[in-house]
Structure formats: C-alpha cells, structure tokens
C-alpha cells in the first residue's frame, strides 16, 4: 500500500484519479467530496453541496471539471479551481450510482436506482437521451473508450450494451444555439438514437460492475453471484444473449475456482481451481 487517507465520514462511496495530475477524488456517505494529492497525502479541498451521500465522481480529461451524483437525485458539474459547482441536472428519481464524463463529446452517462442510464450534454445543460429496458436498479454505466456504445450492470442479473451511434450523429458542436439542441432533445426520447445492443445473461444474482476493456472487444462483469465474468462482443443481433468466455468464482475460506465455458455456446464450464492458500 502507497499511502492511505483517513475521513471522518464512515463510508467512502466512490474514488476517480485525475487523467494527468497526482489527485484523486473521494465521494462520501456524509455527502461531501474530497480532492486528494496521494503523492503529498495531502488533502486538497472539499465540496459540499450534495444533500445526502455521494456514490459517484469523474475528473474530465481535458477540463478543469469534475461530476459527482447522489442519493439527492443530482448531477451537479464542477470546476475545481474556482472550487464551485457551475450547475445542477436534475432528471433522475432515484439514487444516481455513477457519472462518467465521455472524452470526445460534451456528455455524461449516469446510472440510478430509477432503472434508467440517462445522456447529458454538459455544455447545454440537458438530458439527450433516457436508456430504459432494465427492471432494476442500475448499478453502473460508462461509456466505451472508441465505440459508440455504453455498458451498463444492474441488480436485474443483466449487463446491456447500448448503441448510441445515431446519438453521436445527431451530436452539434458548442457554436450551435440553444435552440437546435432543444429541437434536436425533442427527437432523441423516442428510442431510436440509443438501441440494446446486447443483452448479457448468466450471473445468478444482481450485477454491480461491468466494463468495458480499453482496446479489445471484451466486457468484465461482477455480481452478487460472487463470480466475475469475461464477455467478448460479437456481431450477434440486438438484446441477442452471449455466453461468457471465462468465469472466476470466489468460494469460501478464500479459494477461487475459473471456467472456461466452451465456444459453441453450452452452458457447462471447464473448470480449474486454484490451489489452495
């Protein structure tokens, strides 16, 4: 362990490093965040609008900004060096679990305990686009490194792949008015510019965590199953199941078994366990 910082809030509910600069940010249960330099384990400021805790952060690659979101239902977008928040989006109505800020175009992706993943354009401060096909809370969402695509793990036992290419299509640069992002909003809650790709079943429990791998075709998923699983995307048509392409499986007293389920598609693994401790 490199250094370890201590709050007083009992419960840290998210951490984000900063792209470029020795930071980190921590999101807390009493509903502040904290900037972090781990280098100096020195504590560099603190945020405190939210009204309850706070589950997820993201730094932006580019922008002095940072997003956070909570059990109060908001995004709020802020710039760390004039150490304000700069606005609010309000939309979701439930506990907002994560925010991810894209690294092209001006979005964020949230996920909520109101079974949605909601688009925003940060720069015009609305909501482009409602993802809606899970019936449970979703615990995460991020955006593809390259891909039109986002990834999304629920408590439903499903990951889903959404193609959100028309999205990006649709997408008008900064110097476009306000009216033609309002016109172009109206468009995008009729479902066509975000489809399901994929439909990911095979966890037996609750799904909190999926993501995608940075340059290879794959998908990692952990769940309340105790298992992880390994996933490659394929061209298989939309809300088509995959099955995964290896499993690690935590076991009591701390032994931990993988699969290899077979390529053809059975659902009986090749299993290797690993010694013993």
């Not at 304000?84 to 305990?113: K, M, N």
């Not at 994929?198 to 199953?225: C, K, M, Q």
């Not at 298992?227 to 199941?241: E, I, P």
Request: hydrophobic residues 35%.
């Amino acid at each position: 362990m490199l250094t370890k910082f201590e709050t007083k809030s009992n419960r840290v509910k998210g951490v984000a490093f900063h792209p470029r600069r020795p930071w980190i940010l921590a999101s807390l249960h009493s509903g502040v965040v904290q900037m972090w330099d781990y280098r100096m384990g020195t504590l560099l400021n603190r945020f405190d609008e939210h009204d309850g805790p706070v589950r997820g952060v993201h730094f932006h690659k580019t922008q002095p900004l940072f997003v956070s979101g909570g059990d109060d239902y908001k995004i709020k977008v802020w710039n760390y060096k004039t150490h304000r928040c700069l606005f609010t989006l309000h939309g979701h109505l439930d506990y907002i679990r994560t925010v991810q800020f894209h690294d092209e175009h001006p979005w964020i992706v949230s996920a909520s305990d109101d079974q949605t993943i909601r688009i925003w354009n940060w720069q015009s401060r609305t909501c482009v686009a409602v993802l809606t096909g899970h019936n449970h809370y979703v615990i995460c969402a991020s955006f593809h490194p390259k891909e039109d695509l986002v990834v999304s793990a629920s408590l439903d036992q499903t990951v889903r792949v959404w193609d959100i290419g028309a999205l990006r299509k649709k997408s008008v640069s900064p110097a476009d008015d306000i009216m033609r992002l309002t016109q172009m909003n109206t468009d995008m809650f009729g479902g066509i510019d975000a489809v399901v790709k994929y439909v990911l079943e095979g966890h037996d429990r609750g799904v909190n965590w999926a993501s995608f791998h940075p340059t290879l075709p794959l998908i990692v998923s952990g769940a309340d199953d105790r298992q992880v699983k390994l996933w490659r995307m394929n061209g298989r048509s939309r809300g088509g199941g995959t099955n995964p392409l290896a499993t690690a499986s935590a076991r009591d007293g701390g032994r931990v078994g993988s699969g290899l389920w077979m390529a053809m598609g059975t659902r009986n693994p090749i299993t290797r366990r690993s010694r013993p401790d």
